[in-house]
C-alpha cells in the first residue's frame, strides 16, 4: 500500500508486488511441509493420535502460508485481518457448538 | 489500451473499483471456506463415532498419488502468483504462459483424479455398489465423505481452470493488462482457495495411518 519500502516494486495503481523469488520460496516451503506430513504418517503410524494433531498443525502452517504469500494476504490493508478473525472465529463457533452437543449427548 | 485514467460519470455502470472488486472475490471465498467447513464438521464427527473404520477405509486410498497431486496444486499456486507478477510487471506474456501452465497443472491433477477414481469403481467402492453396500457402515461414510469431498473439489478445479483460461483469452485481447488486472487476481485468489482445501483434504483422507 505505501511506497515507504524502497526496494520493493508497485503497480501502476500503486499495489505491491510480490516477486518471483518470493513465490519459489514460498513454493519450497510449502513443498517441504508436505514432505514433512507425510513422512510423519508412514513413520510415525504407531503414534495414532499425535500424528493427527501433527497433520492437522502441519496442514494448518500451509494454509497459513498460503494465505499471506500467495493470497497476498501479508500486504492487504487491516480489514482484511479482521475479516479473517470474524470469519474463523465463526466457523470455531461453529465447531465448538457441534462438539459441545456430541459430548452432552 | 489506456483509457483506465479517463474520467468516468459516477453511477454511469462504467465504474471500475479494483479495491472492491477484490473484497468482493475475498467474499465470496469465505462463504466458500464455511461451504467446506461444514462438510469438515461432518467428517470430523463421523471419524469420532467411527475411529477404526475410517482408518481400515483409509488404506484403500494411495498415499502417493495423493502426494503428487498435494505437489501438483502446489506448484499450480506458485505458476498463478507468479503470473500475476509478470502482469502487474507488464509481461503479458510470460503471464499468459505460466497460466497456461496453471491450466496445465488443473488437467494433471484430475487426470491422476480419475485413476483414482476409477480404481475404486472397479473395487465396487462407489455408493449404491453391490460391494459398497456389503462393507460395515463407518467404512461407507468415509466413502460418501471420500466422493462427496473430493468430488465438489475436483469441481473447483474445473470452475478454477475455466476461470484461468478465460483470463488468458482477456489477457491476449488487452483487456487485462498491467494497469487492470483484477480478474487475472480473483482468479488467481479462486485458484489458490482451490488449493487451501486441498492442504486439508489430503491429510485428513489419506495420512490417518
Known sequence: MDNKEKNVEHTSTNEHISGYTEHFGTWAALILLTLMTVFISIFGADLRTLTVATALLIATVKALTVALYYMHLKYEPKIYKVWMIVVMALFLFFLFMVILDYLTR | ?209
Do not use: C
Open chain 2, 1 to 209: 489500451m489506456d483509457n483506465s485514467h479517463t474520467f468516468v460519470l459516477p453511477n454511469s455502470g462504467h465504474n471500475f473499483d479494483a479495491k472492491a472488486s477484490k473484497m468482493g472475490m475475498w467474499l465470496f471465498l469465505f462463504t466458500e471456506l464455511l461451504l467446506f467447513g461444514g462438510l469438515f464438521l461432518v467428517y470430523m464427527i463421523y471419524r469420532y463415532l467411527n475411529q477404526d473404520a475410517f482408518l481400515l477405509a483409509s488404506y484403500e486410498l494411495n498415499v502417493w498419488l495423493g502426494t503428487i497431486n498435494t505437489i501438483i496444486l502446489l506448484t499450480s499456486s506458485m505458476t498463478i502468483a507468479m503470473a500475476i507478477t509478470a502482469l502487474q510487471k507488464g509481461n503479458s506474456k510470460l503471464a499468459i504462459t505460466l497460466s497456461w501452465l496453471t491450466i496445465l497443472a488443473a488437467l494433471g491433477f484430475l487426470v491422476i483424479k480419475y485413476f483414482e477414481w476409477s480404481g475404486k469403481f472397479e473395487h465396487g467402492l462407489f455408493p449404491g455398489m453391490e460391494h459398497f453396500n456389503a462393507i460395515p457402515l463407518g467404512e461407507r461414510l468415509y466413502f460418501y465423505l471420500y466422493f462427496f469431498m473430493t468430488g465438489l473439489h475436483a469441481l473447483h478445479v474445473i470452475v478454477g481452470a475455466v476461470f484461468i483460461a478465460i483470463v488468458i483469452r482477456l489477457i491476449k485481447k488487452g483487456k487485462i493488462n498491467k494497469d487492470r488486472y483484477s480478474l487475472l487476481e480473483n482468479s488467481g485468489l479462486y485458484w489458490h482457495l482451490v488449493d487451501l482445501i486441498w492442504i486439508y483434504l489430503f491429510p485428513l483422507f489419506y495420512l490417518i495411518h
